[in-house]
């Protein structure tokens, strides 16, 4: 009794997983905001030309991402690649409904360089 509660908590575990993994469009909005952020937390200005400058910013992100992302499937779980001039970097990991991005600092050290 205890192995087939064991195998059906797994089964339910594993399906949980699958059936809550992050699309790429997801992993794409989290990483645009993300880049934006990092780019646009110091500015802390309000005037018109910071707030163009930011809304350009969050174009070039989506556009750079939209282009250079690349989603591994794992079944519960999925990790988002971006190419860069040094390769490609695992930037993203999306597990149960949500996406975290590592590293914001990097993130927009290799966003910088293309």
């Not at 509660?5 to 399906?15: C, N, R």
């Not at 990092?38 to 030309?49: C, I, P």
């Amino acid at each position: 009794m205890k192995r087939i509660l064991s195998i059906l908590i797994a089964v339910i575990v594993v399906a949980v997983l699958a059936l809550t993994c992050p699309d790429k469009k997801e992993h794409q909005e989290v990483i645009c905001d993300t880049y934006a952020q990092a780019l646009t937390e110091d500015d802390g200005e309000t005037d018109v030309v910071s707030m163009i400058a930011n809304s350009l910013t969050e174009k070039v992100a989506n556009l750079y991402v939209a282009n250079n992302l690349t989603l591994k499937n794992y079944f519960v779980c999925n990790v988002g690649q971006l190419k860069t001039n040094e390769g490609v970097k695992t930037v993203s990991l999306g597990v149960l409904g949500h996406v975290f991005v590592f590293g914001k600092e990097q993130l927009k050290e290799k966003m910088e360089d293309k």
